[in-house]
């Protein structure tokens, strides 16, 4: 009986055996199962996989239409960009970047009323420039080019000692004057002129007061250039320029030699 008990026991154990083994194969099983479960869907793929290319692949007889609506707005919508884009012009007022309302707006209204200021610094100060052919900027550093701003290239040719080019010199100086200006930014009402109208001298012609410093003469050719150093260099520009263009006229800044 005692042998028979052992083998009972035995044969039960080997029962649990075989019970666990096959619960641990459910388990892996199971697991596998999980872990090949895709995950669930966006809301994009979604929209590309239900709606979005059952569309695009959507045929009427050899045709797909969707595609060809999309391909046809999208060029519709290429053409207005592009007339649209034509139609751009430079801003033509200044731009405004606070409404009528804001204190800002009222700023420069409030200094003009109290504050007085010569009505010639609104005006911008145009140069003329005899005897430069252009700048040599292919050298240049585009992202420094306060560093090497370019190289001058004199005209060939220029000679301002000849008794010629001194008078059409001169005569340039004088037609500026009265030169005609009737565009937007010739804001110089009653006139019409490119020049602002003063009864202070508003232009500066440095071989006019070249003359003036030389007791009313100009010198020529070989006696030229000598004088024109030192007037250059010791005349004040504040004796000859009146009080328009006063701090910006430097001869020796203005004269290249």
Not at 165 to 178: G, N, P, V
């Amino acid at each position: 009986a005692k042998s028979v008990d052992e083998k009972a026991d035995g044969a039960g154990s080997a029962d649990e055996v075989r019970i666990e083994g096959a619960s641990s194969a459910d388990d892996e099983v199971g697991a596998a199962e999980v872990e090949e479960r895709p995950p669930p869907l966006g809301c994009v793929n979604v929209f590309l996989e239900r709606l979005y290319i059952p569309a695009m692949e959507k045929r009427v007889g050899p045709v797909r239409p969707v595609p060809i609506l999309l391909t046809l707005t999208m060029l519709g919508v290429a053409c207005q960009g592009a007339y649209h884009t034509s139609q751009l012009t430079p801003p033509r007022t200044e731009e405004v970047w606070f409404p009528e309302s804001h204190m800002l707006m009222h700023v420069s209204e409030f200094v003009g009323r109290n504050f007085n200021t010569p009505a010639y610094d609104g005006y911008t100060v145009v140069e003329f420039v005899w005897g430069v052919r252009g700048v040599d900027i292919s050298d240049i550093d585009v992202y420094y080019p306060a560093e090497k701003p370019g190289r001058v290239v004199f005209q060939e040719g220029f000679d301002l000692s000849t008794p010629e080019a001194q008078q059409f010199m001169l005569d340039t100086c004088e037609r500026i004057k009265t030169l005609p200006c009737n565009l937007q930014g010739c804001d110089n009402a009653g006139y019409g002129t490119l020049m602002l109208q003063s009864d202070s001298a508003a232009d500066s012609c440095f071989l006019r007061d070249f003359r003036a410093w030389n007791n009313g003469t100009l010198p020529t050719h070989k006696d030229f250039l000598p004088r024109l150093i030192a007037f250059r260099a010791t005349a004040n520009a504040g004796d000859y320029t009146g009080e328009v263009l006063k701090s910006e006229v430097d001869y020796k800044k203005d004269i290249g030699i």
